[in-house]
């Protein structure tokens, strides 16, 4: 049996999930082949194949994997996994969705037999199957490109974010990963090159004991090695003991999903932080010499003009600018299908039609303005691939404030300081663009 296995993006990451799948199955009567798509583009014979297994871990590699789909003959078998995997399932009736490669979901659509001695927990995967750890993100730092590897502690998650693909497919539970499965692969990561490690898990204080003792081990082994992580903002705020400690494990900076100052969207989206958390999340991780990257979400439904005005002086205020990625001030919702946010009484009176080509609902904007506030923003970073980051916040500030009839940069010698960062900076909560597509291959940090 000749299988076929794809990934076409996975926010700059090796698609470690597809070396699970060969190992759970890898025999003498099975070959396997993997093309990711984000690295290399080979002209596939896809005839050739009896099986095709693509993996769909969020809303932009669903859209590419539909565009490579488009005029082929595909094998009687098909099947896809990751977080939008049901989707694709509903663009296409003939692929299977597979919604746990743990259980016999697999086996019985393949009609083959696992190795007896694989168990997702405990797996070592084999990476070097995949296209060489080079190939993806780098952590950029200053003059600094060093090669970053990836790693989870856990999967799932035990929160319930309305805009989140993953509450769709855990329900609120994860699990979590042995201390060796961890320890050896990024062993292996780091005799590949890295120098630098991004805890994946949706949030790496899900389990923080867990979290904590797996980065003990790792800087007692990797005492050079550094790491990044996501929190959520509520967790920032109840561990807050525990960030000294990250400070001195080489936890160089914290991801935390802001979304917005807008409480009222921050309780739809029932984020369990409100826009006062916010500053305290801040103050934290500064204090303790962990830099606090941000993520947005600032367009919604119920956005006002308002709520931009209060992330500007958020970010300036608490001086951020080099760890708020310009085009983190043009996200949209996406709500794909079976969206929790779909529940939300909230969402009845602005949502439209599902468009089966954009794998989402449309919605409307309660205030016009904004609209033609966030198409503004958005066609400036068009207009201006060749500016700086720096250079682009504050073209993006001024078209803030000319529509806002506001004044927001009150320090006109700010400081600029080199603040490592990872060269793949968009996130999967968010409808993608052009510019996204555009720079996949890239692996430069996003504008």
């Known amino acids: 049996m000749k299988i076929l296995l ?56 669903t859209v590419l994997s539909i565009e490579f789909l488009k005029n082929k003959s595909l094998p009687k078998k098909v099947f896809t996994f990751g ?14 969705h597979i919604s746990n490669i743990e259980n016999g979901e697999l086996d019985s659509f393949l009609d083959i037999n696992k190795n007896k ?44 974010c309305t805009h989140c693909p993953i509450p769709i497919s855990f329900n609120g539970n994860f699990k979590t990963y042995s201390l060796e499965k961890i320890l050896l692969d990024v062993e292996n990561q780091v005799n590949s090159g890295a120098m630098h490690i991004s805890f994946n ?52 900076f914290v991801i935390s999903a802001f979304e917005t100052t807008n409480d009222e969207v921050l309780t739809i989206l029932e984020k369990n932080h409100s826009s006062d958390d916010l500053s305290n999340a801040i103050e934290i991780s500064q204090t303790n010499n962990i830099d606090i990257r941000p993520t947005w979400m600032p367009f919604s439904p119920w956005t006002n003009q308002k709520d931009l005005i209060d992330i500007i002086k958020l970010i300036e205020n608490y001086k951020l600018r080099e760890t708020v990625d310009p085009i983190q001030l043009t996200i949209k919702l996406l709500i794909p299908k079976n969206s929790l946010i779909l529940q939300r009484s909230e969402i009845k009176g602005y949502l439209k039609d599902y468009d089966k080509n954009s794998l989402s609902y449309m919605w409307d904007y309660k205030n016009e303005e904004v609209n033609i506030l966030q198409v503004s923003l958005f066609n400036y970073l068009l207009d201006t691939p060749d500016l700086d980051e720096h ?57």
Request: charged content about 20%.
């Open 6 to 61: 794809t990934s076409f993006y996975d926010l700059g990451k090796q698609p470690k999930i597809i070396a699970e799948i060969v190992d759970k199955y890898k025999s003498e009567n099975i070959e396997f082949d993997i093309v990711d798509f984000s690295i290399d583009n080979p002209e596939i014979n896809i005839d050739q194949y009896d099986v095709l297994g693509i993996y769909a871990p969020m809303h932009t590699a």
């Open 83 to 96: 977080l939008y995997g049901s989707v694709l399932e509903d663009f296409n009736s003939s692929i299977k």
């Open 117 to 160: 001695l694989f168990s997702l927990k405990n797996n070592i995967p084999n990476r070097d199957i995949l296209p060489d750890i080079s190939n993806y993100a780098h952590l950029v730092n200053g003059s600094s490109n060093l090669i970053a590897g990836s790693v989870e502690t856990t999967y799932g998650c035990k929160h319930s």
């Open 201 to 252: 898990d949706p949030d790496f204080f899900n389990g923080p004991i867990h979290a904590l003792k797996i980065l003990e081990n790792l800087n007692t082994k990797f005492p050079e090695v550094t790491y990044d992580s996501t929190i959520k903002v509520e967790h920032i705020i109840k561990y807050e003991k525990y960030f000294k400690e990250l400070s001195s494990l080489n936890m160089i």
């Open 391 to 447: 250079s682009q916040y504050l073209g993006m500030v001024k078209i803030i404030e000319n529509m806002t009839q506001s004044n927001l940069i009150s320090d006109l010698n700010y400081s600029y300081k080199n603040v490592p960062k990872l060269s793949e900076t968009w996130f999967c909560c968010a409808e993608p663009s052009q510019i996204q597509l555009d720079r996949i291959k890239t692996n430069t940090a996003l504008i």
